[in-house]
């Protein structure tokens, strides 16, 4: 059964914005467009499903309630939010992945890798870490060498979970950034210069504080793979 790229339609804003990006997915990957009326429902032959989003449907990432949870948890595809203040062609191709080094999604990882190759673009991985826990009991100030020990051991984590991936798309050139900053902040900031953020989520768990963030103020669409 040939795989499809899934979008909505309805006269809304949004709903045109996803389908036209969705469109475009289309013709990168070289498969059918689907456009269907309200909101798309999971389909087997579908490979991503595409979905306009009002940044006022996301609740704040300081309260719990939103009316998106239940798409994002029964999905068995990848989702990719699009949202409504999309304007024009985006000024970059590259995609920007969020990876957990020391738990990470593979399906997410394969999506990044894709859509990176499929649009013959940079992969932008990044690996947002905190001081280990030991640290907050250190008297005085963390001393610069056991930093860039941390730090060397999150750079080596993320390069040895990559590797198998890079060995496999060897033509996709990738940045690796190990950065100390939140999930939800460094995503946010390199939404800017991306065509794409990738985040994954395993399923039954509970949205979190990032994936709200993403939503409701990333500059790019966003897609969130099972």
Known sequence: MEQVILASSDPSAPSRTAADWAAQE???????????????????????????????????????????????EAAARPLVFVPDNLCGPLHSEEVTLGVDARNPAAAAIDFAFDSARIRGSGLHVVNAWSLPASAAELPFAIPEEDRAAW????????????????????????????????????????????????????????????????????????????
């Open 151 to 226: 730090e060397n051991q999150e750079v080596q984590q993320l390069a040895d979970t990559l590797q198998p991936w890079r060995e496999k798309h060897p033509e996709v050139p990738v940045l690796q950034d190990v950065v100390l900053f939140t999930p939800a902040y460094a995503l946010l900031h390199c939404s800017a210069g991306a065509a794409l953020v990738v985040v994954g989520r395993r399923p039954g768990a509970e949205w979190g504080y990032m994936l709200r963030s993403l939503l409701r103020e990333a500059a790019c669409p966003v897609a969130v793979v099972p």
């Open 26 to 72: 289309a013709r990168l990957h070289g498969l059918p467009l689907r456009v269907v009326y309200g909101s798309p429902q999971e389909v087997s032959e579908a490979k991503v499903v595409v979905c306009g989003l009002r940044r006022e449907d996301v609740a704040d990432p300081q309260t719990a309630g939103s009316p998106l949870p239940a798409n994002v």
